[in-house]
């Protein structure tokens, strides 16, 4: 009953979402446009660094095509679901908007993180699936229908982590009244989700890969539809998706205990 | 002479303002070194098991990015396009119709101060991070490569500066030009050299890119400063279609801001 509850808001932003970007509809093929040339940008740089070199860190170009498109897909969701959320929030805080929410009839970080969709990062999710399907097809593979689901567990994952890790820095906001340069460093460290975990040791592979889960999220799942299911990667990834959301939640309500309007 | 004495106080009024910016500064140079360990890890990977790529060794492809790196912070336009958009649209830059002053020269003056601001502070990190980057930091021989940089990073930070001018005089025609910048930084990423070196690209790419002016943004400093432009000749051809596309732009944002003028309106007392 609650979560039907859940579905009714959530379908009624949805809805004041596509009518806005209707109403915006150049603005909305502008930066469709922007986020296809980033993809495709992330897509060049594998190509030429292949043009010089047979593999990175044990994968081959496809391979590594194929890791660069989980990375999309899953960034895409985030830009699709929750980014321009939660990036506001961290203005909202600041401003004394975020009154606006917690003023409203319903829970306030699922009134936080889904208030808006944005409708090119969900335009570009298609061509992100396109561009994994081709580099499966380019190896041969031919995942199961087991493979695929649990591929599909694995993105909800990746997703639930990296919305996680945004809202934990964009909360801080709480505590340093400005989360500038969150957006820079969310950038900066979502680049090593396109890197193999074989490419990282030492310092880096305790930073990227066990502290901080960003070369996880799309690591797991590309290797699934490579190698097939493996239990302990599973049994990590999930771990990892929940400690970060238990962690992320904790932190925005006791930062949430911690503010005073700032507006009159 | 007393043209000269309203854009140095311009300047030293861009110095004091960015420096309150300066943690700001300091912590995306912070940042940035993020971005460069993970070019460190994808081409130390990329060049495992060979000794060069399109003749290059790691070290000097490393060296590449980290020169560009440091040029970011030195020559790069980064809110420019957004200040002079919301001088625009606030009407905060009627003062400037009233007034004496050539306001791409003012503009320009509190550019300059701001980099000089951010290219010093992004100079903290990277010294901090020195004894590690000085292993891989392998720099060319010959005297004219650093001769043919002076002006090459002059007209660099012209073009970078020029083409910001351009997208914030949009706003002229246009409410919201954020899409138009984050559209031309995309291209800027790329055909400025910053994902990859622009000589791995196809031979003909190449040479095609070496006409726009992207090229000239950031890539053909670096080239010149870590030895990707291997001759005199091919310098001074570089210098030449850079200089023309200082002034080509520089003619493109006179002709936007008479027509956007014409369609400006002043309100307010």
Known sequence: MRLLHYLRLWLACMRYSVVRTLMFRGDFIMWSLVELFWMAVNLGLIGVIYRHTESIAGWNQWEMTLLVGTSLLIQRLLMGFFWTNLFEMGRNVRSGAFDFFVAQPGPLLFMVSTRKIDLDGFLNVPIALGVIIYAARQLGLDPGAAQIAVYAV????????????????????????????????????????????????????????????????????ASTLLHGIDWTSTAWLVSAAVFWWVLAVTVFHVGVRRYTSASS | ?????????????????????RWNFAVRASFSLVHLAYVFILWGAAFAGQTSVAGFDL??????????????????????????????????????????????????SIFAAARLVSGSLALLPLLIAAPFLY???????????????????????????????????????????????????????????????????????????????????????????????????????????????????????????TRGLRRHTAVGG
């Open chain 2, 59 to 108: 070290r000097q492809t490393l060296t590449y990015f980290i020169v560009m790196l440091i040029l970011q912070f030195f020559i790069s336009a980064m809110n420019e396009d957004y200040e002079v958009s919301e001088e625009i649209r606030n009407g905060l830059i009627n003062q400037f119709l009233l007034k004496p002053i050539n306001y791409f020269a003012y503009r320009f």
């Open chain 2, 135 to 257: 292993h891989y930091v392998s720099l060319p021989s010959a005297g004219w490569t650093y001769v043919a940089a002076v002006p090459a990073l002059l007209m660099s930070a012209c073009i970078q500066f020029t083409l910001a001018y351009c997208f914030g005089l949009l706003t002229f025609w246009f409410l919201e030009i954020q899409s138009f910048v984050i559209l031309s930084l995309a291209i800027e990423t790329v055909f400025g050299g910053q994902v990859f070196p622009l000589d791995l690209l196809p031979r003909w790419l190449y040479e095609a890119s070496s006409y726009l002016p992207y090229y000239y943004q950031m890539y053909f400093p670096a080239a010149l400063l870590t030895g990707r432009i291997g001759t005199p000749e091919e310098a001074l051809r570089g210098l030449g279609i850079q200089l023309f596309w200082v002034f080509a732009l520089y003619g493109v944002a006179q002709l936007l801001w």
């Open chain 1, 154 to 221: 694995f993105i909800v994952c990746g997703l639930a982590i990296h919305y996680a890790t945004l809202l934990f820095f964009i909360s801080l906001v709480f505590w340093l009244q400005s989360a500038k340069g969150v957006e820079g460093g969310y950038f900066g460290l979502n680049e090593f989700s396109r890197l193999p975990r074989q490419a990282l040791s030492g310092a880096a592979a305790v930073i990227f890969v066990y502290a901080l889960p960003v070369t996880i999220v799309t690591n797991v799942p």
């Open chain 2, 1 to 21: 002479m007393a043209s000269f004495a309203k854009y140095r106080h311009a300047f030293l009024i861009g110095l004091q303002s960015n420096l309150v910016y």
